[in-house]
């Protein structure tokens, strides 16, 4: 028996690294769990999860940047649930995009990026609020980057990711816009801001794949971050960003004062 027992969730980018985390993270807790991607291998990861965890897990393959399949996941999850009570925003792409590439570039990068991480967190999440409402409340995660907090390191706003930066930052406002607006519906909304964690994202980033050596001692394991949400759901907060630093305690920090709910 789990802390989630009964209840529903729906996680986007869920067919590898953190969305993989999380859906698996929330149905060893009891949760029946959606897990959709634009990879078909989305699948198999929900087949085998559900396996592992004897819960219902629905592998879906939808592309959270398409208004038609953001409706076609939000429908079919209350037509086979009957509702659900979590949506977790975490797929997300990343690319290079220097200040000094050509102006068509930038517009193809801008459409690559911000119709991924930001524009369908606003078309999913939209669509899902009514839903929720009808539900009696629930959580939103919108899965950011340590970016958008205090930095403890060196490393953060990279120069040549200016569009992935900006697309993080610009979740701040649907984090607390909908954290306030949605308070009175008994519905809290939070953003995960996490350093350097082990996902084929991270690993991409290196020649085959394989993390230098002083980096894979450090980094951050996706299911720690994954254990870190849902330590957060059981917190009941609302409207903060909730960071994890490559060298520091993954936890869920004491509660700041209202002026500092989203920081950075």
């Not at 929330?26 to 087949?47: C, H, P, R």
């Not at 509702?83 to 792409?93: C, K, P, S």
């Not at 979740?171 to 996902?199: E, P, Q, Y």
Request: some cysteine.
């Amino acid at each position: 028996m789990g802390n989630l027992d009964g209840k529903v969730a729906i996680v986007s980018g869920a067919a590898q690294g953190l969305g993989e985390a999380y859906a698996r993270k929330l149905a060893e807790n009891g949760a029946s769990v959606v897990a959709f991607d634009v990879q078909e291998s989305i699948k198999d990861v929900a087949a085998s999860i559900a396996a592992d965890t004897g819960q219902r897990v629905d592998g879906v393959v939808a592309d959270v940047s398409k208004q038609a399949d953001c409706q076609r996941i939000i429908d079919d999850t209350v037509a086979n649930f009957g509702g659900f009570d979590i949506l977790v925003n975490n797929a997300g792409t990343w690319r290079e995009t220097p200040v000094d590439s050509s102006w068509e570039q930038a517009l193809e990068d801008y459409h690559y990026i911000m119709d991924t991480n930001f524009k369908g967190v606003l078309m999913l999440s939209r669509i899902a609020i009514p839903k929720l409402q009808e539900r009696g409340g629930g959580d939103i995660v919108n899965i950011s980057t340590y970016y958008v907090l205090p930095a403890r390191s060196e490393g953060t706003n990279q120069p040549n990711t200016d569009l992935y930066n900006a697309s993080k930052w610009a979740l701040n406002g649907f984090t607390d816009a909908w954290s306030k607006h949605l308070a009175k519906d008994n519905i809290r909304v939070n953003g995960m801001c996490m350093g350097a964690t082990d996902t084929p994202m991270l690993r991409n980033l290196f020649p085959d794949k394989q993390l230098p050596p002083d980096m894979a001692e450090v980094v951050m394991k996706a299911e720690d971050i994954a254990q870190q949400m849902i330590d957060l759901l059981a917190d009941g907060r609302s409207g903060e960003n909730i960071g994890a630093w490559v060298g520091y305690p993954i936890e869920i920090p004491p509660t700041p004062a209202p002026n500092r709910l989203i920081s950075g």
